[in-house]
T-cell receptor, first 112, second 115 residues
Framework: AQRVTQPEKLLSVFKGAPVELKCNYSYSGSPELFWYVQYSRQRLQLLLRHISRESIKGFTADLNKGETSFHLKKPFAQEEDSAMYYCALRGYSGGGADGLTFGKGTHLIIQP | DAGVTQSPTHLIKTRGQQVTLRCSPKSGHDTVSWYQQALGQGPQFIFQYYEEEERQRGNFPDRFSGHQFPNYSSELNVNALLLGDSALYLC??????????????FGPGTRLTVL
């Protein structure tokens, strides 16, 4: 069974400090990994996916297959980064791509 | 393009009743997925519809059923409602590429309360 674990329910850092949101996954094959973000009163939106290897809003995430992790990082946090962050996994079964499996989310608060 | 739209925004039902939630996908998308998000939890995959058929299903009972129409819009039906069905129901649309799908775009959700 596939599983996504986000160990921190809440993470509070000061503006300008580095941020790391942890994500570990369990899956027997080669999954796709995503980070979704939900700002206050907005809908869930894609932040980045591991296959695109992009940096979005200063965030990066590297897939570590050995440690089965996909941690989200940003070197200098900004107040507008305060939001709910979800790590998600998509596996593949006989019928093709599966639905997304989400972690429980980490509430990131950036203090001024 | 308004993106993914869902109706209604909020809904209150009593135990044992039946409910239908609706979703219109983003323009150009042909695949609709439904998720249940309980309070304090991440979204949980219910099922996915493509070409008017259920293509994938998560770990949800048969009380949860769906439909996709020729215009790609979709409905989620829940029968014999339980208190535990109270949640935010999210619809996500995407474009299928072979057996895979591109990025999923989420709607604002329908908040269902079961009393």
């Amino acid at each position: 069974a596939q599983r996504v674990t986000q160990p921190e329910k809440l993470l509070s850092v000061f503006k300008g400090a580095p941020v790391e949101l942890k994500c570990n996954y369990s899956y027997s094959g080669s999954p796709e990994l995503f980070w979704y973000v939900q700002y206050s009163r907005q809908r869930l939106q894609l932040l980045l996916r591991h296959i695109s290897r992009e940096s979005i809003k200063g965030f990066t995430a590297d897939l570590n297959k050995g440690e089965t992790s996909f941690h989200l990082k940003k070197p200098f946090a900004q107040e507008e980064d305060s939001a709910m962050y979800y790590c998600a996994l998509r596996g593949y079964s006989g019928g093709g791509a599966d639905g997304l499996t989400f972690g429980k989310g980490t509430h990131l608060i950036i203090q001024p | 393009d308004a993106g993914v739209t869902q109706s209604p925004t909020h809904l209150i039902k009593t135990r044992g009743q039946q409910v239908t939630l609706r979703c219109s996908p983003k323009s150009g998308h042909d695949t609709v997925s439904w998720y249940q998000q309980a309070l304090g939890q991440g979204p949980q995959f219910i099922f996915q519809y493509y070409e008017e058929e259920e293509r994938q299903r998560g770990n949800f009972p048969d009380r949860f059923s769906g439909h996709q129409f020729p215009n790609y819009s979709s409905e989620l039906n829940v029968n014999a409602l339980l208190l535990g069905d109270s949640a935010l129901y999210l619809c996500a649309s995407s474009l299928s590429v072979g057996t895979s799908t591109d990025t999923q775009y989420f709607g604002p959700g329908t908040r269902l309360t079961v009393l």
